[in-house]
């Protein structure tokens, strides 16, 4: 058959679309960049396509020509400046269900989540409801799969932030740390999604998909520090208050295209942690311990856990080390011009410095931006290089200077060498 995967280049999708290639389906997938999704996956036939701009069932008709079945692993934790949970949880979806019933779509099998609870009023979870009652209403075969906190061999949101706590030093700060998490092999969520599309699992079930124990979120971490080698550390219970003011940095960051899971959305869900409440699928699940035994970790692994945690703040240093850089002039412009005043008239002087200055702003505001990251630790390094072999053809005593002003440019380049290796989120 050939099957529609919805969310095919994200951590459940990309899983679901590699086994229905593996029983030997055609799996086609919708990316908003064709180049990276082939890259991604060469065995998938990928169409163009942003689902949040599909909220008519006129957008789904030449897509859903050849299609036999959708699995839709679409989804998003908030809004924010790269998501609309609003047009791609539920108005596409809704359109999408529209469109399915005339193109004789055999089945639409749905990634969900637990949807009721202290958090079910968050955009996240009502969004994913409505979206899944429409489908229980429509005249389609369907099978709902809501899936807990998945653990695979890779890690992205969730998962990469228990690996992050997990390599902390010496002590594990916690937040939450009693409440219960149940998690689900990633192979799971893929095998029932097989078993679905295989009539193995009826049409018009709903069934939760989780593995066979619940574990509090410190011992969660703390499994997951002893599978990447590191000794025991004490967990220090954090109360609820301390994660506000980080829930509001990271919902800011999610406007400025950056998805943290540590925005208030993934917080409020904690607060009652997460478990399953529907009936759970008639199928073998994994343990945790199962889970993370299959692939002793690497150094690989614990470098990223490592790193996880370390990243936002090299970004928002590095940013803050080109802003504050780029200001500084302002407040003595005369005497930064001194510097130019032997090549350069005292007009042309203050020019060069209030544009190099506005230059340097615009990289570090640049770089708290997602979609200008990339262009900003790249004109970072560039201009960098350029100050230092400017400086050193105009002022080459600089170098033996003891404040080191030349020096210290070879770190900030090499700092933004390094945030750039580790940019991407998946």
């Known amino acids: 058959m050939n099957i529609l995967v919805l969310g095919a280049t994200g951590f459940i999708g990309s899983a679901v679309a590699n ?15 064709l180049s990276r999704a082939r890259r991604l996956n060469q065995n998938i036939n990928w169409l163009k396509a942003d689902l949040s701009r599909m909220t008519q069932a006129s957008d789904w008709t030449a897509i859903l020509a050849d299609v036999d079945m959708v699995v839709n692993c679409a989804g998003a934790l908030q809004d924010g400046l790269r998501d609309d949970l609003a047009a791609v949880q539920t108005a596409a ?11 004789h779509i055999r089945r639409i099998i749905q990634i969900s989540a ?43 949101g969730g998962t990469a932030l228990l690996r992050g706590l997990a390599a902390l030093p010496l002590v594990l700060p916690l937040v939450h740390a009693d409440r219960p998490i149940a998690t689900v092999a990633l192979d799971d969520v893929a095998e029932a999604v097989s078993r679905a599309v295989a ?38 219970a954090l109360p609820d208050s301390v994660a506000r003011p980080i829930s509001a940095i990271a919902d800011l960051a999610g406007w400025l295209g950056w998805r943290s899971p540590l925005r208030s959305t993934a917080m409020r869900v904690m607060v009652d942690g997460v478990h399953a409440s529907s009936e ?24 990223f856990a490592r790193m996880y945690l370390l990243k936002p703040v090299v970004i928002l240093v590095l940013s803050l080390f080109w802003l504050v850089s780029g200001l500084i002039p302002f407040f003595a412009l005369e005497q930064a011009a001194g510097h130019f005043l032997p090549f350069l008239s005292p007009g042309l002087s203050v020019l060069a410095v209030v544009v190099t200055s506005l230059a340097d ?19 970072q390094m560039g201009l960098a290089s350029a100050y230092l072999l400017g400086g050193s053809l105009l002022e080459p005593a600089l170098w033996l200077d003891p404040i080191g002003p030349y020096v210290k440019v070879l770190p900030a380049i090499l700092l933004s060498l390094v945030t750039l290796a580790i940019l991407d989120e998946r």
């Open 114 to 156: 637990e949807t009721g609870g202290g958090a079910a009023d968050t955009a996240f979870l009502s969004t994913k409801r409505q979206a899944d009652d429409a489908l229980r209403a429509s005249s389609l075969a369907w099978v709902i799969l809501r899936p807990s906190l998945v653990v695979g061999r890779n890690a992205y």
């Open 19 to 33: 086994r229905l290639l593996a029983d030997g389906h055609a799996v086609t997938g919708l990316g908003r960049d």
């Open 361 to 379: 702003i615009a990289l570090g505001l640049m770089l708290l931006y997602r979609p200008t990251a990339r262009l900003a630790l790249m004109g």
């Open 199 to 236: 009539g193995k699992i009826a049409a018009g079930s709903d069934f939760a998909l989780t593995g066979p124990e619940r574990m509090r979120l410190a011992d969660l971490v703390a499994t997951h520090r002893r599978w990447l080698a590191l000794s025991d550390a004490p967990v220090i």
């Open 280 to 303: 759970l699928a008639p199928m073998p699940f994994q343990s945790l311990d199962s889970i993370l035994g299959r692939h002793s970790s690497s150094v690989q692994d614990l470098w």
């Open 93 to 103: 979806m809704i359109a999408l269900y529209a469109a399915a019933e005339p193109a």
